[in-house]
């Protein structure tokens, strides 16, 4: 069921990244939720109060973002998208300010880290971290900041009314942000997959987790992304959180009914459309009902 206008739960405001890639996934129509943490997106969700989350996963520069992978789990919504957003970064203040007078920088760590070679020029300002971009350049236009500038995307200026002193100051032209999408289970519609998000855990012996890796070799599955972490409180052991995209159907499928005899507590968080720059050729209709897999399938050993 498609819906018209889509609430969107993001962390942060207005012309933050996260709104950026909702209103990328979803088109203008999208209703953004604002919302403190990521925990309560997930939240919103739960409580019905949002239609699906875009969250942040991976940043190309600054890694995985481990505490969401932690949220996956926790909360079981599947994940029915993805989305790659290219980070573009300004330096931005109050109209009028120079950035001689300028004592303070703020933004996201993610979005100061992309610019370390910038400021590395200017040791002498002092850093301040935030939840997010845009609540940065807002509360320099709230608070009328003269000796701040904050580090967001152009959105971010034009909406509070910032001048952007210096264009483009990240250090990899190049660095994205992996975004999820997540929805209720009630709410995902039928589209064919070419990508998944797995995590389970392997026994702690010689070769276990190359074994379930081999078979997805075998399959000729692609593996695009693999992520441990450690589960609290149990020494030694580890949730592997893994993405694999496939050409046909059968081979993924082949591979799920073989690594179950291998793994404990596996569980599929979400098969999707692997978000391509180029759009891809259209993937073939698939019959197979895929509903029941988004509820835990676990085998405890
Ligand atoms: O702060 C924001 O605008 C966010 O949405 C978080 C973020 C920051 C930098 C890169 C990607 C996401």
């Known amino acids: 069921m498609k819906i018209e206008k889509p609430r969107v739960a993001i962390q942060g405001i207005r012309a933050s990244f996260h ?99 910038f400021f590395d020029e200017y040791p002498h300002l002092k850093i301040i971290e935030s939840s997010d971009t845009a609540a940065c350049a807002k509360r320099i236009r709230d608070e009328q900041l003269t000796d701040t500038v904050a580090i967001a995307n152009s959105l971010a200026a034009t909406l509070y009314g910032l001048d952007v002193l210096e264009r483009r100051i990240e250090s990899n032209k190049r660095n994205f942000t992996r975004f999820l999408i997540l929805t209720h289970h009630d709410n995902m519609d039928k589209k064919p997959a070419n990508k998944a998000s797995l995590c389970f855990q392997v026994s702690n012996k010689v070769g276990a987790l190359a074994k379930v890796l081999n078979i997805f070799a075998e399959e000729g599955l692609n593996m695009s992304k693999i992520q ?59 019959r197979i009902d895929r509903g029941r897999r988004y509820i835990n399938i676990r085998r405890n050993v």
Request: glycine share 6%; proline share 6%; aromatic share 12%.
């Open 228 to 286: 441990s972490m450690p589960i609290l409180g149990k020494r030694n052991e580890y949730n592997f959180y893994v993405d694999v995209e496939w050409d046909e159907q059968k081979h993924y499928d082949n591979a799920i009914r073989q690594i179950l005899k291998y793994t404990q507590n596996f569980n599929i968080l979400g098969e999707y459309e692997r978000h391509d720059d180029e759009p891809s050729v259209a993937p073939k209709p698939q």
């Open 19 to 117: 709104e950026e890639a909702g209103l990328r996934y979803f088109g203008e129509n999208a209703q953004m939720i604002e919302c403190n943490s990521f925990k309560q997106t997930f939240e919103k969700l739960k409580n019905r109060e949002a239609d699906y989350v875009v969250m942040a996963i991976e940043n190309s520069i600054a890694g995985s973002i481990l505490p969401n992978y932690t949220l996956l789990l926790d909360y079981g919504f599947p994940v029915v998208g993805e989305i790659y957003l290219p980070i573009q970064l300004h330096l931005m203040a109050l109209p009028g300010v120079k950035f001689e007078d300028v004592k303070y920088v703020t933004s996201h760590p993610i979005a100061l880290r992309q610019c370390v070679d």
